[in-house]
């Protein structure tokens, strides 16, 4: 059994295809009646059956070409950032990986020149233990 869907005032239907439309504008996509039918909480073909009119000027903005904006879009605006932050990621990672090397080789410098200034001078370190060899 289908529900019965009350008829919703012109005014409202209208309201939301310029939001829809709206936002099409903003990320740049085509809109559907389908997107609106949606938003308005009805099934696209109750949409099309009971606002003929409406739909057929849906379907004449999305045959319209999509005439490109002066600028960068949002979601222009947010791959370009993302792809900045991926970038500095990578260089941070790698400052990183290097930064943990140097401090190996200066660990392993430092512990040489130790051994090698307590040869030097004759010195038995009494708390360290023998290192294998």
């Known amino acids: 059994m289908t529900r019965r869907v009350p008829d919703l005032p012109e005014a409202l239907i209208r309201k939301h295809l310029q939001e829809v439309l709206d936002a099409c504008r903003e990320t740049n996509t085509r809109p559907s009646v389908l997107m609106l039918a949606r938003r308005l909480d009805l099934t ?6 009971r606002y003929p009119e409406i739909a057929r000027e849906i ?3 999305r045959a319209a070409p999509t005439t490109p904006r002066s600028g960068p879009t949002e979601h222009d ?3 370009a950032r993302n792809a900045k932050i991926r970038r500095r990621n990578r260089d941070l ?3 990183l990986a290097l930064a ?23 010195v038995t370190s ?8």
């Open 77 to 79: 605006r947010l791959v």
């Open 100 to 122: 943990a090397a140097q401090i190996q080789h200066l660990a392993l410098r430092n512990e040489r020149l130790q051994e090698a200034l307590e040869e030097a001078s004759n």
């Open 59 to 61: 379907a004449d903005h």
């Open 93 to 95: 990672t790698s400052q």
């Open 44 to 49: 696209n073909t109750t949409f099309r059956r």
């Open 126 to 133: 009494i708390n360290r233990k023998p290192r294998l060899r």
